[in-house]
């Protein structure tokens, strides 16, 4: 299993986002894993808020960001499973062109 850290730093990689849109992407991967592979990417769980699925443990961690865009991260992630980036880009490549509001309503 990956960090949900790494997986959301990887997404924060391709651009500066808002908190919003990085807990739908990181809930889209996994959610696309389970289908895929019956297991989950990341040991964390998500809840039904008001806003859509989230991560407590990942909104905890960039909660200070509020509505404002995480930066963008400039460093390389390093994943425990090869193949994970590929993974995550197949991802990203589906729903990174969506805004937050866009992706609250899939």
């Not at 963008?72 to 994943?79: G, K, T």
Request: charged share 25%; proline share 5%; hydrophobic share 30%.
């Amino acid at each position: 299993m990956e960090n949900i850290y790494d997986v959301a730093r990887y997404f924060l990689s391709k651009e500066s986002m808002s908190h919003k849109k990085l807990q739908k992407l990181c809930y889209f991967a996994q959610a696309w894993y389970l289908a895929n592979y019956g297991e989950p990417l990341v040991p964390n769980r998500f809840e039904a808020w008001i806003h859509g699925p989230v991560s407590p443990d990942l909104y905890n961690y960039y909660r200070g960001w509020g509505w404002e865009a995480i930066p963008q991260y400039n460093r390389e992630i390093e994943f425990k499973e090869e193949g994970t980036d590929k993974y995550l880009d197949k991802v990203y490549d589906t729903y990174g062109d969506y805004s937050a509001d866009e992706l609250e309503g899939i």
